[in-house]
């Protein structure tokens, strides 16, 4: 319990049992016990106790709520919890009666197993509306995977859809199937002889809870004191706002172990799940940002880096899921047109329980710029975005060109963003002018690229984005530390080691609106499938690289795929046709083949190596042949091209 609870609610709560929840002596973070008079009964939640938006400091809980005694071991670290003897528990006062959410007492009565089974089918029978499917995603997306948290996560999320079921906004049958999915992928195999019925205990107990709550008209009504159902439909989607906020808010940062105490090995391996993209989502079904992880997308001016946030923002939005955005470079206006633009509702995009905009001016060092920072940290976000890193910086008085100042901004902005609100924080940077030397990196230290969580995007403008035509950008990836995005590349650029994973397409000609689309890669994006076009002093001989491919694509023997044998074989092919053997060639064709991936090799006899084929070279298909696109319906069953009917594209 914070500081910020009412003075008269802090008052009355000095009557009850308090059971502390840290080893903090000066936290208040704890359970209070009363005891209810005969016939008091409450739903969950605070009823017309529930503080503002940022300031949560309690909640209560109906059936499904337990509190875990002594000597009860403790799962994070190996102790014990521990109880203190407290004494007789005092009645609940009528003043914090009067502002809870009590329900009718003749709903609710204890039932036994049999009983709650027939009312979860008939509850599933008779709630079958769909007017809000849409409604049913950021409730599956609540749900915590980690084995410390998924029991509580998936309750919460159960009884969260069941009485939005109630309402008609989806199917119940429709949400208890996606939900058991999600929740057998994250608990598979692991039982070790718990109870298997688990999932649908706690579905009897929350169909129990919808039917003692009623509608959810019925809840924002008794809450709010709403009588009219227009004014209670607008009440639930607040409500769809904030609840996230409730179920998903983080544990205070006072009951953790101490950062230096030994780490339970076996137990972070166990609460270890794998961490797959899910928000900014390709046309093919693949996303490219990580929750709660730290992401980079950098590149030129008017590159389409903040489109491609703004994208992410857009859908977001668009799905009921709320953002922050940090904006150190633009203001509101610019960003809400652009959000309008991409098909964000203008009701949306000024709702600030969704879309949550903040221009800082100065750091968080004042009291009143600190407590205003921790309330946006108090947040849940899906998405936050922190555009223009070095204007930040700035801002902090820290330097891009210095290790520790970056390692220190990480700290205080995206890695406390992340970890506390659980968002995806996408950083926006810019890189350096000279193209062929900065590589993977935003501007400034190598230690931007190092404090990243989530992946590094490189954002390279192919067709310039403007009002009344469309443009497009190659998106390639610098880093990926979940290991979950680069296999959905092409192959790797040798300059910098990125690789193109989407195509940002943005459609302006309709000059009210832009369509955009994130396309996986395709050759039309040349220049961003290998290194750029060498100098005539690189000259890479393709049409000689197909021949060695070709070639040993069709030897079987061994001893027939060394260096010399190869050469050997192509030269006498050329001596056959009467043209000049090219030996030198021939071997630079090998180098470069192995080089670049297409051939691998192994040691052999005498010292000698023996090539096999990785995947076929063909010019075709290569972006810096010159018979790319051209010749990309040939169709040559054999190395030996006659030269009559073939044009030597690279021969030299």
């Given at each position: ?612 084929v990785v995947k076929p070279y063909r010019q075709h298909d290569d972006p810096l042949s010159d018979e790319y696109a051209e010749a990309g319906g ?19």
């Amino acid at each position: 319990m914070p500081e910020n609870v009412p003075d008269w609610l802090s008052t009355l709560l000095q009557s009850a049992v308090f059971r502390r929840t840290t080893t903090d002596p000066d936290n208040k973070r704890g359970h209070y016990f009363y005891r209810l008079r005969p016939g008091e009964v409450f739903g969950c939640g605070l009823g017309r106790l529930k503080p503002p938006k940022g300031e949560r400091w309690g909640e209560v809980k109906c059936y499904g709520g337990a509190v875990v005694l002594g000597p009860t071991q403790h799962p994070r670290d190996g102790g014990h919890y521990a109880t203190a003897p407290g004494g007789a528990l005092s009645f609940l006062p009528a003043e914090i009666a009067q502002g809870l959410n009590a329900p009718d007492v003749n709903r609710v009565g204890p039932v036994d197993a049999g009983e709650l089974a027939a009312r979860v089918k008939a509850f599933l029978g008779t709630h079958t509306d769909n007017d809000s499917p849409q409604a049913l995603e950021p409730i599956c997306k609540s749900f915590d995977t980690t084995p410390s948290n998924r029991h509580s996560s998936m309750w919460d999320a159960l009884c969260w859809a069941m009485r939005e079921a109630k309402a008609g906004r989806f199917s119940a049958t429709d949400a208890v199937d996606a939900l058991r999915e999600r929740w057998t992928d994250a608990i598979g195999g692991q039982y070790r002889g718990r109870d298997p019925d688990e999932f649908d205990r706690m579905l009897r107990d929350a169909v129990a809870a919808a039917d003692a709550d009623g509608t959810c008209e019925e809840l924002a009504a008794r809450a709010h004191g709403f009588t009219d159902a227009e004014t209670c439909r607008v009440a639930l989607d607040v409500i769809d706002s904030w609840a996230p906020t409730i179920m998903n808010a983080p544990n205070d940062a006072s009951d953790r172990s101490p950062s230096w105490a030994p780490v339970d090995v076996r137990a972070a391996r166990d609460s270890r799940s794998v961490l797959l993209p899910t928000i900014l989502t390709r046309a093919d079904g693949p996303c490219l940002f990580y929750r709660g992880r730290i992401h980079s997308v950098h590149g030129e001016t008017e590159s389409g880096k903040s489109w491609l946030v703004q994208c992410a923002t857009a859908e977001c939005l668009l799905i009921g899921e709320p953002v922050l955005y940090l904006d150190f470079e633009d203001e509101a206006g610019a960003v809400a047109e652009r959000l309008i633009r991409l098909g964000v509702p203008v009701d949306v995009v000024e709702n600030p329980a969704l879309f949550v905009y903040v221009h800082p001016e100065t750091p968080p060092t004042t009291e009143r710029e600190r407590q205003a920072f921790d309330a946006l940290l108090n947040g849940t976000y899906s998405l936050a975005v922190v555009d223009g890193v070095t204007d930040s910086m700035a801002l902090f008085g820290l330097s891009g060109m210095d290790a520790d100042d970056v390692a220190r901004w990480h700290r205080e902005l995206p890695k406390a963003v992340a970890h506390r609100t659980g968002a995806a924080v996408a950083c926006v940077d810019h890189v350096a002018k000279d193209s062929q030397t900065r590589g993977r990196f935003a501007l400034g230290s190598q230690h931007k690229i190092a404090g990243l969580s989530g992946a590094a995007y490189v954002v390279e403008m192919e067709q310039p984005f403007a009002v009344g035509q469309a443009g497009r950008a190659s998106v390639r990836v610098g880093k990926d530390r979940p290991g979950r995005v680069r296999g959905l590349g092409t192959r790797w650029r040798k300059s910098d080691r990125t690789q193109h994973v989407a195509d940002l397409l943005l459609d302006s000609t309709d000059t009210d609106r832009t369509v955009w689309a994130l396309d996986p890669p395709s050759r039309g994006g040349v220049s961003t499938d290998t290194d750029g076009k060498p100098s005539k002093g690189a000259f890479r001989p393709t049409w000689f690289m197909e021949q060695v491919s070709r070639y040993w694509e069709e030897t079987d023997d061994p001893a027939k795929r060394t260096n010399s044998k190869t050469v050997d074989a192509m030269c006498a092919e050329r001596k056959e046709q009467g043209k000049t053997q090219h030996r030198n060639m021939w071997r630079e064709a090998i180098k470069v083949l192995e080089a670049e991936g297409f051939a691998g090799s192994e040691d052999g006899p005498r010292d000698s190596l023996v090539y096999s084929v990785v995947k076929p070279y063909r010019q075709h298909d290569d972006p810096l042949s010159d018979e790319y696109a051209e010749a990309g319906g040939q169709d040559v069953d054999n190395w030996k091209v006659q030269l009559k009917n073939d044009h030597e594209g690279g021969e030299g």
